[in-house]
């Protein structure tokens, strides 16, 4: 009933676009309408060479089967050798923005803006076009809208805000190619520049005169350039099977479009700061997968919950303009209605949907990063007809770059033409939205979020409050104390996330009920404490990344799209408490300016120097910018000069005061100087050697590892599973070796590709120069091998610590790398991208230092662990969050009465069984004597698995996201350590490392490192 409620309304709303559409194009000049200007020549050649390479006339609309031809300004042919879209060529970034450059120096109606720079130090450009008129004010203009992006500057004016919407220039930002192998945007938005400089079509003219276009033609720059590398390297070798695209980005491949939130890319923090700069009203990112032209920014169910309802009003009106224009120009496989979901505003696109902005995205049907023109044969689900897809793709179709390209520019236009007719509503709505999101206090709520100055995790606050800081959101300090109502928080829930709300519960089959009303209580927060409120303009941003998330799992959309849970004070293990009570906002306050960092530096006298243990990443930084320094590491918390110190806490020596009093001011981190070391147990804490392994068959996760290590500044050599099958010694340059999540499973790890056909190499050479020298090798197809299994073995063996996790410990344990451990995987759908709940089960194993109890980390499945004290058990636990042990069968009496059997008399007490100890979901069974007997696969007490870290109870299990049900998840291990003769191999069930999101959970992997050698301290053997 649900989805026949929702198609109604889609339904209503497809039929109600159109009138919308025709009511507006009504208002809208007739000579508006697509058509060459009669009176303006075509270039001859490149318009023959348009319909050439054009497959079918179907796939060409009167706005781009001809060339307006200029004699000052050059066509991207110049650049090219040939049209866009030829079927011999891509560009690489420099020859587009040597295009674009040659373009503004021929056109007073272009400028080209640099950007910023990639990772690799490559440039990213913005291109603004629009007449002489508009090009001549941009900066006026830009104040004009500035003033509706924040309604604040004009005393919320609306009649002085009307006045700017029917005067001011809308912004229409484009942007191309984040996605490597998706490679037509550059060259169609080449000619898109050309055309919107040149063309005097009234329809043109019309978009020029009122509509400041902006175009980065290439966002991920350094991908583009490899992914031309190996379409030449293609090209020159016909005969031979082409690399995959190893790596995109430095760092992140596909998932670069899953950064809007954690802004660790600079792709992703460049493209933010332009559409802020220019307070663009739209961001349109363009994409390639379906055929012919997804709209997909309307997509499905559920839209983000923090977002205004006028943005999802606006991407209907706009996506199915699109569909009826395009279908009217006979354009085949035009769409708006899909299964992408707007819940997570993780995408690019959807910067402008959390800065007041339109969020808009294109699949247009692309060949896989190729030119060449490709027969292709399509599934029915790309060509069945359905009620939102009137006129589909056909069944099969040669498909070119040129059609792609066509579709690109036909639909930008179609929507940049739109948005000039329709610019004042707008411009208005862009207003309202900005409004809107300052009286949110008011409103909606909430009317801040509040982070108090004694959080006992100042660096991590601090991480969290810089990133709001990229969002271009507004932070405040509280000049004294103050004290505020806020609802009391569900005790049973317990952790650091938000004060009030606390964890959702589990879903059960019990009919919903409505919320109770919260009790409140007040709280009183010290002078500093950080308050980001919500009476500013990007207030929902703030909100969307603060809030917790909670994805039903009755919800109709059973197959979400990306994660569903991303609640950042959960993934950073910081309180942001959420204020509901709008007088937080007359709190005595000052805007924050400048890098937030918490106080750091040297304290007290003497040459021995304590460092709490808070699980502040700024601890790791710290050990290894000391590398000759004396780190020891208390086993037990302590107190001196004044201060309690958890387990864990550093005790240093052997470094000046003044040098460290420097390093830790830059990294916030507080240290007390005592005159003698304190009476605890202590063991050394080393800046231990790591390498970081990867697979040939897939990079990228592992690459949010390597971006965070980097950016704490932490060392470590990047190695191949194909060196570690070659090197018999590992010990000798690596303590610790990390294997994040890889691509594939147990057995591609060890085989990897197939070894059929041609080497493929990756390696930087003169056919393929933008290949990195920092990951090569001359044949990307071998896999680790089980020489290479057994060089792993033999270094933990010896000594070395491996970390492995998700799909990675899968293989660990499917290898043997471990005993007594197995994987649990839960239903497909019971958890989907969630931060769950998880307690701490051994605060004695140095793996747990400086981590609170109740941290919520992330899953992507629910993955978790069984542990068992026998070599291939499956454990002993209960399941399902019960308490363990055996059951009794059927028969009579109750269930704690013991069971007669008849025609026997009772037992004598001495027959009974002896009652077996309780075990819990997390535990091994204990041994009995009886095993003992034949103790062949009884696993030693000093080489068990040590269990670490737990899932919660499932009550109390789901912190943000979706969980449907998790009695096969609550109570579970989630991180187990592992012996294995001198060494541990670490097996995590979550990914900790992950999208820069899960800050609070790197300490978990950076204990492991610095105790590689003492991570048996603190453990209880079994008695046998």
Same mark, same amino acid.
């Given at each position: 009933? /649900?989805?026949?409620?929702?198609?109604?309304?889609?339904?209503?709303?497809?039929?109600?676009?159109?009138?919308?559409?025709?009511?507006?194009?009504?208002?809208?000049?007739?000579?508006?309408?697509?058509?060459?200007?009669?009176?303006?020549?075509?270039?001859?050649?490149?318009?023959?060479?348009?319909?050439?390479?054009?497959?079918?006339?179907?796939?060409?609309?009167?706005?781009?089967?001809?060339?307006?031809?200029?004699?000052?300004?050059?066509?991207?042919?110049?650049?090219?050798?040939?049209?866009?879209?030829?079927?011999?060529?891509?560009?690489?970034?420099?020859?587009?923005?040597?295009?674009?450059?040659?373009?503004?120096?021929?056109?007073?109606?272009?400028?080209?803006?640099?950007?910023?720079?990639?990772?690799?130090?490559?440039?990213?450009?913005?291109?603004?076009?629009?007449?002489?008129?508009?090009?001549?004010?941009?900066?006026?203009?830009?104040?004009?809208?500035?003033?509706?992006?924040?309604?604040?500057?004009?005393?919320?004016?609306?009649?002085?805000?009307?006045?700017?919407?029917?005067?001011?220039?809308?912004?229409?930002?484009? /942007?191309?190619?984040?996605?490597?192998?998706?490679?037509?945007?550059?060259?169609?938005?080449?000619?898109?520049?050309?055309?919107?400089?040149?063309?005097?079509?009234?329809?043109?003219?019309?978009?020029?005169?009122?509509?400041?276009?902006?175009?980065?033609?290439?966002?991920?720059?350094?991908?583009?350039?490899?992914?031309?590398?190996?379409?030449?390297?293609?090209?020159?070798?016909?005969?031979?099977?082409?690399?995959?695209?190893?790596?995109?980005?430095?760092?992140?491949?596909?998932?670069?479009?899953?950064?809007?939130?954690?802004?660790?890319?600079?792709?992703?923090?460049?493209?933010?700061?332009?559409?802020?700069?220019?307070?663009?009203?739209?961001?349109?990112?363009?994409?390639?997968?379906?055929?012919?032209?997804?709209?997909?920014?309307?997509?499905?169910?559920?839209?983000?919950?923090?977002?205004?309802?006028?943005?999802?009003?606006?991407?209907?009106?706009?996506?199915?303009?699109?569909?009826?224009?395009?279908?009217?120009?006979?354009?085949?496989?035009?769409?708006?209605?899909?299964?992408?979901?707007?819940?997570?505003?993780?995408?690019?696109?959807?910067?402008?949907?959390?800065?007041?902005?339109?969020?808009?995205?294109?699949?247009?049907?692309?060949?896989?990063?190729?030119?060449?023109?490709?027969?292709?044969?399509?599934?029915?689900?790309?060509?069945?007809?359905?009620?939102?897809?009137?006129?589909?793709?056909?069944?099969?179709?040669?498909?070119?770059?040129?059609?792609?390209?066509?579709?690109?520019?036909?639909?930008?236009?179609?929507?940049?033409?739109?948005?000039?007719?329709?610019?004042?509503?707008?411009?208005?709505?862009?207003?309202?939205?900005?409004?809107?999101?300052?009286?949110?206090?008011?409103?909606?709520?909430?009317?801040?979020?509040?982070?108090?100055?004694?959080?006992?995790?100042?660096?991590?606050?601090?991480?969290?409050?810089?990133?709001?800081?990229?969002?271009?959101?507004?932070?405040?300090?509280?000049?004294?104390?103050?004290?505020?109502?806020?609802?009391?928080?569900?005790?049973?829930?317990?952790?650091?996330?938000?004060?009030?709300?606390?964890?959702?519960?589990?879903?059960?089959? *019990?009919?919903?009920?409505?919320?109770?009303?919260?009790?409140?209580?007040?709280?009183?927060?010290?002078?500093?404490?950080?308050?980001?409120?919500?009476?500013?303009?990007?207030?929902?941003?703030?909100?969307?990344?603060?809030?917790?998330?909670?994805?039903?799992?009755?919800?109709?959309?059973?197959?979400?799209?990306?994660?569903?849970?991303?609640?950042?004070?959960?993934?950073?293990?910081?309180?942001?408490?959420?204020?509901?009570?709008?007088?937080?906002?007359?709190?005595?306050?000052?805007?924050?300016?400048?890098?937030?960092?918490?106080?750091?530096?040297?304290?007290?006298?003497?040459?021995?120097?304590?460092?709490?243990?808070?699980?502040?990443?700024?601890?790791?930084?710290?050990?290894?910018?000391?590398?000759?320094?004396?780190?020891?590491?208390?086993?037990?918390?302590?107190?001196?000069?004044?201060?309690?110190?958890?387990?864990?806490?550093?005790?240093?020596?052997?470094?000046?005061?003044?040098?460290?009093?420097?390093?830790?001011?830059?990294?916030?981190?507080?240290?007390?100087?005592?005159?003698?070391?304190?009476?605890?147990?202590?063991?050394?804490?080393?800046?231990?050697?790591?390498?970081?392994?990867?697979?040939?068959?897939?990079?990228?996760?592992?690459?949010?590892?390597?971006?965070?290590?980097?950016?704490?500044?932490?060392?470590?050599?990047?190695?191949?599973?194909?060196?570690?099958?070659?090197?018999?010694?590992?010990?000798?340059?690596?303590?610790?070796?990390?294997?994040?999540?890889?691509?594939?499973?147990?057995?591609?790890?060890?085989?990897?590709?197939?070894?059929?056909?041609?080497?493929?190499?990756?390696?930087?050479?003169?056919?393929?120069?933008?290949?990195?020298?920092?990951?090569?090798?001359?044949?990307?197809?071998?896999?680790?091998?089980?020489?290479?299994?057994?060089?792993?073995?033999?270094?933990?063996?010896?000594?070395?610590?491996?970390?492995?996790? /998700?799909?990675?410990?899968?293989?660990?344990?499917?290898?043997?790398?471990?005993?007594?451990?197995?994987?649990?995987?839960?239903?497909?759908?019971?958890?989907?991208?969630?931060?769950?709940?998880?307690?701490?089960?051994?605060?004695?194993?140095?793996?747990?230092?400086?981590?609170?109890?109740?941290?919520?980390?992330?899953? *992507?499945?629910?993955?978790?662990?069984?542990?068992?004290?026998?070599?291939?058990?499956?454990?002993?636990?209960?399941?399902?969050?019960?308490?363990?042990?055996?059951?009794?069968?059927?028969?009579?009496?109750?269930?704690?009465?013991?069971?007669?059997?008849?025609?026997?008399?009772?037992?004598?007490?001495?027959?009974?069984?002896?009652?077996?100890?309780?075990?819990?979901?997390?535990?091994?069974?204990?041994?009995?004597?009886?095993?003992?007997?034949?103790?062949?696969?009884?696993?030693?007490?000093?080489?068990?698995?040590?269990?670490?870290?737990?899932?919660?109870?499932?009550?109390?299990?789901?912190?943000?996201?979706?969980?449907?049900?998790?009695?096969?998840?609550?109570?579970?291990?989630?991180?187990?350590?592992?012996?294995?003769?001198?060494?541990?191999?670490?097996?995590?069930?979550?990914?900790?490392?992950?999208?820069?999101?899960?800050?609070?959970?790197?300490?978990?992997?950076?204990?492991?490192?610095?105790?590689?050698?003492?991570?048996?301290?603190?453990?209880?053997?079994?008695?046998?």
């Amino acid at each position: 009933m /649900t989805r026949l409620i929702r198609t109604a309304g889609f339904l209503s709303l497809m039929l109600a676009a159109p009138l919308a559409v025709a009511a507006a194009q009504a208002t809208a000049p007739i000579e508006s309408r697509p058509g060459r200007a009669p009176n303006q020549p075509i270039d001859e050649e490149y318009t023959k060479k348009i319909k050439e390479y054009t497959t079918e006339p179907f796939f060409l609309s009167p706005l781009v089967d001809y060339l307006p031809a200029s004699k000052t300004v050059p066509t991207p042919k110049v650049t090219l050798g040939d049209i866009a879209g030829a079927p011999t060529k891509l560009p690489y970034s420099k020859e587009v923005y040597e295009y674009m450059r040659l373009l503004a120096k021929s056109s007073p109606r272009v400028k080209v803006f640099s950007i910023g720079t990639t990772e690799e130090g490559r440039e990213m450009i913005a291109v603004a076009i629009a007449s002489e008129a508009l090009m001549s004010k941009l900066d006026a203009n830009k104040a004009q809208l500035a003033k509706l992006a924040d309604p604040r500057t004009i005393n919320f004016n609306d009649a002085e805000a009307d006045k700017i919407a029917a005067t001011a220039a809308p912004v229409y930002y484009i /942007t191309g190619t984040i996605h490597s192998t998706e490679a037509g945007a550059p060259t169609a938005l080449m000619e898109l520049a050309y055309r919107l400089a040149v063309d005097e079509s009234p329809y043109i003219k019309n978009i020029r005169d009122h509509v400041i276009t902006l175009i980065t033609p290439i966002v991920e720059v350094d991908g583009r350039d490899r992914t031309v590398d190996l379409y030449n390297w293609h090209v020159k070798h016909p005969n031979e099977v082409a690399p995959q695209l190893a790596y995109w980005g430095h760092y992140v491949a596909h998932d670069n479009n899953r950064d809007a939130m954690g802004m660790t890319l600079k792709l992703t923090q460049n493209v933010l700061n332009t559409y802020v700069d220019w307070k663009a009203q739209v961001l349109h990112d363009l994409h390639e997968s379906v055929a012919f032209m997804y709209d997909n920014t309307i997509g499905d169910g559920p839209y983000n919950a923090w977002i205004d309802p006028l943005l999802t009003n606006e991407w209907q009106m706009i996506g199915w303009n699109n569909v009826q224009e395009m279908t009217r120009y006979g354009m085949p496989g035009v769409f708006a209605h899909g299964d992408f979901d707007t819940w997570s505003p993780g995408y690019l696109m959807f910067i402008a949907a959390t800065h007041n902005g339109i969020s808009r995205l294109y699949e247009t049907f692309g060949n896989g990063g190729t030119a060449e023109t490709v027969d292709r044969t399509l599934s029915p689900s790309d060509y069945e007809r359905t009620w939102f897809k009137q006129n589909p793709a056909i069944p099969r179709v040669k498909w070119s770059l040129r059609n792609n390209n066509n579709y690109e520019q036909t639909g930008l236009l179609v929507s940049l033409a739109y948005i000039a007719n329709n610019r004042h509503l707008f411009l208005n709505n862009f207003y309202e939205k900005s409004k809107r999101s300052i009286t949110k206090p008011k409103v909606e709520g909430p009317a801040a979020y509040v982070f108090s100055a004694n959080d006992p995790r100042p660096g991590a606050q601090a991480d969290l409050l810089r990133i709001m800081q990229m969002q271009a959101v507004e932070i405040s300090r509280a000049t004294s104390a103050f004290t505020i109502t806020i609802p009391v928080k569900r005790a049973a829930a317990g952790g650091a996330g938000r004060g009030g709300r606390g964890g959702a519960a589990a879903a059960t089959d *019990a009919a919903p009920t409505t919320p109770a009303v919260p009790a409140t209580e007040t709280r009183e927060f010290p002078a500093g404490s950080y308050i980001v409120r919500m009476d500013q303009p990007y207030s929902r941003i703030a909100d969307a990344l603060l809030d917790l998330q909670y994805w039903s799992p009755t919800d109709p959309q059973k197959n979400p799209y990306d994660d569903t849970g991303w609640s950042f004070p959960q993934g950073f293990n910081v309180e942001a408490v959420r204020v509901t009570d709008v007088k937080v906002l007359d709190v005595p306050m000052t805007r924050v300016t400048g890098k937030i960092t918490p106080a750091g530096g040297v304290a007290g006298g003497g040459n021995i120097f304590a460092i709490n243990h808070n699980g502040d990443n700024a601890l790791a930084t710290l050990r290894y910018k000391l590398p000759s320094a004396d780190f020891q590491s208390a086993e037990e918390s302590f107190d001196a000069g004044g201060t309690h110190f958890n387990r864990g806490s550093f005790v240093v020596r052997n470094v000046a005061s003044a040098d460290l009093d420097k390093i830790t001011k830059e990294l916030g981190l507080k240290v007390t100087a005592l005159a003698a070391a304190p009476s605890v147990k202590l063991h050394p804490a080393r800046a231990a050697r790591v390498a970081i392994l990867h697979t040939w068959t897939g990079t990228q996760t592992e690459g949010w590892w390597r971006q965070a290590f980097d950016q704490l500044e932490i060392p470590y050599t990047y190695i191949s599973t194909q060196e570690v099958s070659k090197d018999a010694n590992l010990n000798a340059k690596y303590d610790v070796i990390l294997f994040p999540p890889a691509g594939g499973g147990g057995q591609a790890i060890i085989d990897g590709m197939p070894m059929w056909r041609n080497p493929m190499p990756w390696k930087n050479s003169p056919e393929t120069p933008n290949i990195g020298t920092w990951a090569q090798t001359d044949d990307v197809r071998p896999g680790l091998g089980y020489n290479g299994l057994e060089n792993l073995a033999n270094f933990v063996k010896r000594g070395g610590v491996m970390v492995a996790t /998700t799909n990675t410990a899968d293989f660990a344990i499917q290898f043997g790398l471990v005993n007594g451990v197995s994987s649990n995987s839960p239903r497909r759908g019971e958890v989907v991208g969630s931060f769950l709940r998880t307690k701490i089960v051994d605060d004695a194993s140095p793996i747990a230092y400086g981590v609170p109890d109740n941290l919520a980390v992330y899953s *992507a499945n629910g993955e978790s662990f069984n542990v068992s004290s026998s070599r291939g058990g499956r454990g002993g636990g209960g399941g399902g969050g019960r308490a363990g042990g055996a059951s009794r069968v059927t028969g009579r009496g109750a269930p704690d009465d013991v069971d007669q059997v008849q025609g026997f008399p009772q037992l004598d007490p001495r027959f009974l069984p002896v009652p077996r100890p309780t075990v819990q979901p997390w535990q091994y069974a204990p041994i009995t004597d009886d095993q003992l007997r034949n103790p062949l696969n009884i696993i030693p007490p000093d080489q068990r698995p040590r269990v670490i870290l737990r899932f919660g109870e499932q009550r109390d299990l789901l912190a943000s996201g979706l969980l449907d049900g998790g009695a096969d998840i609550a109570q579970r291990p989630v991180v187990v350590d592992v012996p294995l003769e001198k060494g541990h191999v670490v097996l995590f069930g979550n990914n900790p490392v992950y999208r820069g999101e899960t800050i609070g959970s790197y300490f978990l992997v950076f204990n492991t490192i610095l105790h590689f050698d003492n991570l048996n301290a603190g453990r209880k053997n079994d008695a046998k």
